[in-house]
């Protein structure tokens, strides 16, 4: 049932008590690099020791500027002949964010990806797929390194090219696959196209999903198409990768590994812990990371702990699936709007299609919101009425929602075009 | 049953061109078109050609949205005052459309009205049973 049951069901009391040990061996080790030893809260703890988990909360945020700030070696702990390896990520909007392991940390690391596998019933005699980029992207190495730890024969199939993905999967009769959710719609289609159906001409049963934020909607209707269990990995490059936190087979929350990570959920304007159960910012500080410690960094991922145990007897606690990061809010006619929100209504109609757009413009001075949305093939009759009510029950619904009447504009199945690797939802044409 | 092919558009350049390059390329013989609009940038294009169960299959393979829908088509004469009384015959059969459209007929004297009745319960008998001249399948598709 579990890949380390004593790890994994440790009673909270034992928990914390291991978590402040792994803590202050943390701060000492984060204080040797050059931007952390300049911080005197930090410098000061380390001197007199944390008897308290609850005196991480006097210490100061990391962001991601502050990475940034440090790029390239300001946040290295530890002699660069250590470091075996660096992930980054593609800093298109200014210096990229590097993450360092040493060969603890990549096992570590490896380790916790088995665990989360393990807890969504992948099992060793499994053939295991991983449709992810790999290179600096973690979402390749990560699971890669997982897989292997766990024993499952891996098939590194790496992003993109639908039809070897097939080909791979029906050759070597994958039980496992690894993508984002965006971009498994793609892949069905290919199926079909081929005259393939993925529920019978291939022996998938499980499929795991992240790095993207998604709805439950759409996770469901990723299990129809393919007919298997879909978990919700979830993970960052600052936090390692994936394996921070997954879905077991309650599929209710996902766990996040506390003998690896301090979890805080904090207000995100007030900086304060929100009260238990309530959505916030997801803050982290790692425990297990030696070349690179973090102390509560600020993930601008939104969630909220699931209150009450697991039925899994894990008790690690539950994140609930991510709810959007806090720099994909944007606001219109002062009403603070989240692009799941949006997704949420639009996936409950049977006749949408998975592909939608959010256009934001200013239209006679004033912020409109513009969403295109693709009707599905099967549903068109050809009656322009129905189509016409269509419209106006979905207008009503996203207004019910986010308070903001929005303009919506049917378009033809397929003509939104397609992102390459996460998807983009949301266009601010707004003049500033 | 006759069928017309109605396929959603969006109001954009070169959309309409799509179906009609997928027509000509199987050689099916366009017989009359009718084109909808509405004010949020789409509409539905209405087509009765000359082989619509092909038309439907080759237009949804090449992506597009398309259905078919019934219709029946009735002759009227092509002189002032033939569409008023065909009109009256279709009141009186109790049959109330909200789609429809015409056609002039190259044979000296007649014109066609094609009404869409998908959605318009029995109205293909109701129409048949007051004596209407309904146009067979062969003469409205011109095979």
């Known amino acids: 049932m579990y890949w380390e049951k004593e790890l994994e069901t440790i009673d909270r009391k034992a928990l914390e008590s291991l978590q402040l040990d792994r803590l202050n061996s943390s701060l000492r080790q984060a204080v040797k690099s050059p931007s952390y030893c300049r911080i005197p809260e930090i410098n000061k703890i380390v001197k007199s020791g944390m008897t308290s988990i609850a005196q991480l909360g006097e210490l100061p945020f990391t962001t991601k500027e502050d990475l940034r700030q440090g790029f390239p070696w300001g946040f290295l702990s530890t002699d660069k002949k250590n470091v075996v390896r660096l992930h980054s990520s593609s800093g298109t909007t200014g210096n990229p964010t590097v993450v360092y392991h040493n060969r603890n940390d990549l096992q570590s690391w490896a380790n916790l990806m088995a665990r989360s596998l393990f807890s969504a019933g992948i099992r060793d005699t499994d053939v295991f797929q991983n449709m992810s980029g790999y290179g600096l992207f973690t979402g390749g190495l990560g699971f890669q390194y997982g897989v292997e730890k766990l024993g499952c024969l891996s098939i590194p199939s790496g992003a993109g090219n639908s039809l070897r993905q097939i080909k791979l999967m029906r050759d070597f009769g994958t039980t496992v696959a690894h993508a984002i959710p965006s971009y498994l719609g793609r892949l069905f289609e290919v199926f079909k196209d081929e005259g393939l159906d993925p529920r019978q001409d291939t022996q998938l049963h499980t499929l795991v999903i992240g790095a993207e934020p998604h709805t439950e909607e759409h996770r469901r209707r990723i299990e129809e198409l393919f007919g298997v269990k879909a978990y919700n990995s979830f993970g960052l490059s600052e936090m390692n990768g994936p394996g921070v936190a997954f879905e077991c087979t309650e599929q209710n929350g996902l766990h996040v590994w506390e003998d690896a990570y301090v979890v805080e959920i904090i207000d995100p304007l007030t900086l304060q812990p929100v009260a238990a159960g309530e959505i916030g910012e997801l803050v982290m500080t790692t425990l297990d990371r030696q070349a690179m410690p973090l102390i509560r960094y600020r993930t601008r991922d939104l969630t909220r702990f699931i209150p009450g145990p697991c039925p899994c007897g894990r008790t690690h606690r539950r994140l609930d699936r991510i709810a959007g990061r806090s720099d994909d809010m944007f606001i219109i006619k002062g009403c603070n709007i989240f692009p799941m929100q949006i997704e949420g209504v639009l996936l409950k109609l049977p006749e949408v299609g998975d592909d939608y757009r959010i256009i934001i413009e200013t239209i006679d001075d004033q912020d409109e919101m513009l969403i295109e949305v693709e009707v599905k093939k099967q549903w068109f009759t050809g009656d322009l009425d129905f189509l016409a009510r269509l419209e106006n029950h979905i207008v009503r619904l996203i207004r019910d929602e986010v308070l903001v009447r929005p303009q919506i504009k049917l378009v033809e199945p397929g003509s939104i075009p397609k992102s390459e690797g996460k998807a983009v939802r949301v266009f601010d044409h707004r003049q500033k | ?143």
Not at chain 2, 55 to 62: D, K, M, S, T
Request: charged fraction near 20%; avoid cysteine; hydrophobic fraction near 45%.
């Open chain 2, 1 to 143: 049953m006759t069928y017309q092919v109605s396929v959603f558009l969006e109001n954009k350049l070169g959309r309409l061109e799509k179906v009609t390059a997928v027509l000509k390329q199987a050689k099916i013989n366009i017989r009359s078109i009718h084109l909808n609009h509405t004010a949020n940038g789409w509409g539905i294009l209405n087509l009765v050609v000359s082989n619509p169960e092909l038309a439907l299959r080759l237009l949804n393979e090449g992506g597009m949205s398309a259905a078919l829908r019934e219709i029946v088509v009735v002759k009227m004469a092509d002189s002032p005052g033939g569409l008023d009384d065909l009109l009256k015959g279709i009141a009186s059969a109790g049959v109330n459309f909200t789609n429809a459209y015409g056609r002039v007929v190259d044979d000296g004297g007649s014109a066609l009205l094609v009404i869409d009745i998908q959605d318009i319960p029995d109205a293909r008998i109701k129409l048949g049973a007051i004596g209407f001249d309904i146009v067979a399948d062969s003469q409205v598709y011109g095979v």
